[in-house]
């Protein structure tokens, strides 16, 4: 397959230092998003849950459907993950009663197995040309649970481990950055980097989403939730008129584009 057949189906965005800042901005909207609907709203994790998920399974339909790659559609999806992730964590952690180093665990194991069942049934996982219908709900289903595993790694790091919304954020930008060394000069397969790096601009975003909205006392800067939420939002937006949005190339070339079933 040529370059510009792997365009053409490719339905996913090539991965640029753009990709990722717009995917930890949408994380964060995510947070305070999330928040915003089960929190400020007063309507509850499960409910919040409830409509989040039910958008999210509109965009992802509409995802599959598309016959090219649609920037908009398939960042407002991810947005969708992102807060359907958010009230489902904390429906897990908090209403569930079964904490945030329960919920983590829980969660990671669904996500590792949400990737082995895809290697399984697909032969490899897939990370520059996601097309066909299958790989796109694994894709998908992939993502969200990452996005939920963020929302709980988040919590449990910056409360259970102490460190605060800021020392929390930190820590989960240093490891990026190592996960960036890691692409830039080893030869660590890029689609385990790859979600790597997914998973860890979550709770980055989670940390700064909570750091903006929470109130001074409990070590926020008291934005209040849906103002934060519109800010974000508008920069979304700005950004993918601005920055460069094209289909394919994933871990951006060369080896390690799959990981092959054994």
Excluded: C
Aim: glycine share 12%; charged share 10%.
């Amino acid at each position: 397959m040529n370059p510009s057949e792997r365009d053409i189906l490719s339905k996913v965005p090539a991965i640029t230092a753009g990709f990722w800042l717009i995917k930890i901005l949408a994380t964060t909207l995510g947070e305070t998003g999330g928040d915003t609907v089960s929190m400020s709203m007063g309507l509850g994790y499960l409910t919040g849950t409830a409509i989040f998920a039910t958008i999210l399974l509109v965009l992802v339909a509409a995802q599959i459907r598309a016959r090219r790659f649609h920037p908009f559609l398939y960042w407002a999806t991810i947005i969708a993950s992102t807060t359907a992730g958010t009230t489902l964590a904390d429906f897990a952690t908090r209403s569930l009663g079964i904490g945030y180093t329960g919920g983590s665990a829980l969660l990671l194991a669904a996500v590792l197995a949400s990737l082995f069942v895809w290697r399984r049934v697909e032969g490899e996982i897939q990370s520059d040309t996601v097309s066909s219908p299958r790989a796109e709900i694994f894709y998908w289903v992939t993502i969200t649970l990452s996005q939920t595993l963020g929302t709980a790694l988040g919590d449990w790091t910056a409360d259970t481990g102490g460190l605060g919304y800021l020392g929390a954020a930190a820590v989960f930008g240093a490891l990026l950055a190592v996960v960036a060394g890691l692409a830039l000069w080893t030869r660590v397969n890029r689609v385990l980097l790859f979600w790597a790096a997914f998973i860890l601009t979550r709770p980055l975003g989670a940390t700064v989403g909570d750091f903006l909205d929470k109130p001074l006392d409990h070590g926020g800067l008291a934005f209040g939730r849906p103002v934060a939420s519109a800010v974000l939002a508008v920069v979304i937006v700005g950004l993918i008129l601005l920055l460069p949005q094209r289909a394919g190339g994933h871990p951006g070339g060369g080896t390690g584009r799959t990981i092959p079933a054994v």
